[in-house]
Nanobody, 127 residues
Framework: QVQLVESGGGLVQAGGSLRLSCAASGRTFSTYAMGWFRQAPGKEREFVAATTWSGGSTYTADYADSVKGRFTISRGNAKNTVSLQMNSLKPEDTALYYC?????????????????WGQGTQVTVSS
């Protein structure tokens, strides 16, 4: 059974940093896309970042414009883990952050591509 477990959320002041981690289990995900989405209160869930398999040991990162230059997504050595380093956090980054895994080949920014989702980890940025 596939399971995704997120960790690393918390409360931080604006300008601070947090690192989210997600561990996937149940199968090998080395050729899958792994991504992060977030949902703020009263808003729809939105794409944050994704890392997709490009062949061999190469992965390609993609970011939402709102986080580009501040967030960095990375794949663990075992390829079943993904982290999101979040720097220069802003109050508008406050949301429930979800880890997701899906088969490579679709549009990594689309939620429909992802078949597996974690329960979410809360990130709160105070002003």
């Amino acid at each position: 059974q596939v399971q995704l477990v997120e960790s690393g959320g918390g409360l931080v002041q604006a300008g601070g940093s947090l690192r989210l981690s997600c561990a996937a289990s149940g199968r090998t995900f080395s050729t899958y896309a792994m991504g992060w989405f977030r949902q703020a209160p009263g808003k729809e869930r939105e794409f944050v970042a994704a890392t997709t398999w490009s062949g061999g040991s190469t992965y390609t990162a993609d970011y939402a414009d709102s986080v580009k230059g501040r967030f960095t997504i990375s794949r663990g050595n075992a390829k079943n883990t993904v982290s999101l380093q979040m720097n220069s956090l802003k109050p508008e980054d406050t949301a429930l952050y979800y880890c997701a895994v899906g088969r490579t080949g679709g549009e990594a920014r689309r939620q429909e591509m992802y078949g597996y989702w974690g329960q979410g980890t809360q990130v709160t940025v105070s002003s």
